[in-house]
């Protein structure tokens, strides 16, 4: 079984061409931006590409050097409730870019249906197929982290290759109270420290980032912030993105 395209459309062009002019577009503007070595993770924005996806592809092009064959994906849950985290049993992922590998690891449960709507996984998929090649995902949709949970250090035992958390920050703030607010989350997660509830959208799989970092020593850092006012949008009610990259020292 497929998973095929959802949000191809709205939340990104649903054909080759306009993805990759957007693509071409982005990569143009960030000739100061190079790829980190010793890269592990990254921290990616989910919104819409014309609001968002000049900071994703930031965060994508400081990946670009990992050279692995998996990623592991995780992302929030917009549409399902449940505890700690899921995952699909897809055999691929379809994009207008093409079709990616897909695989689950051990021991998360397995529910396909969180999968179909959810955006903030979709939305990375281009990126991925364009930066990297012949990729086998490891998709993971987080719910509510349980205080009593092993999740996070069954994720650390079990993640393969780089991951990659995608996370919105603020939502809908005027501009200058997002931009502080936004500060506030990134200096918590440059200091590896929890977001504050309701800051970050992908905060749960933050969380999760945020304890394998700790433990395997990574070092985080900003590599670009921006919000919808800053791109293609009002000023009265934006939403903040951030590409955070980590690397082992």
């Known amino acids: 079984m497929k998973r095929n395209p959802y949000v191809a459309g709205s939340f990104y062009p649903s054909s080759k061409e306009k993805i990759l002019s957007m693509f071409l577009n982005f990569e143009s503007q960030l000739d100061g931006i190079t ?14 590409y014309v609001y968002s996806g000049m900071v994703a592809m930031a965060a994508y092009k400081s990946a670009s050097s990992f050279n692995g064959k998996d990623i592991t994906l995780l992302g929030p849950s917009h549409y399902y409730g449940f505890p700690d985290a899921l995952q699909c049993d897809f055999e691929s992922w379809i994009t207008p870019l093409g079709e990616t590998k897909s695989a689950p690891l051990k021991e998360i449960p397995i529910s396909n249906d969180p999968f179909v709507p959810e955006h903030s996984l979709e939305v990375q998929l281009p990126f991925i197929q364009h930066v990297f090649k012949d990729i086998l995902l490891h998709p993971i949709i987080v719910g509510e982290l349980q205080p009593e949970s092993q999740i996070k250090e069954k994720i650390d035992r079990l993640f393969k290759g780089l991951i ?13 109270t997002a931009k502080a607010t936004d500060k506030r989350t990134i200096d918590r997660i440059l200091r590896l420290e929890d977001p504050d509830p309701e800051e970050a959208c992908g905060r749960e799989p933050i969380k999760i980032l945020i304890y394998i970092a700790r433990k395997r020593k990574w070092k985080p850092r900003l590599i670009m912030y921006r919000n919808s006012g800053d791109t293609a949008g009002p000023k009265d009610g934006v939403v903040g993105y951030s590409a955070i990259a980590f690397t082992e020292s």
Not at 39 to 48: M, T
């Open 35 to 48: 790829p980190l070595e010793n890269i592990r993770a990254i921290i990616a924005p989910h919104a819409g």
């Open 164 to 176: 990659v958390v995608s996370s919105d920050l603020s939502h809908y703030l005027p501009y200058d």
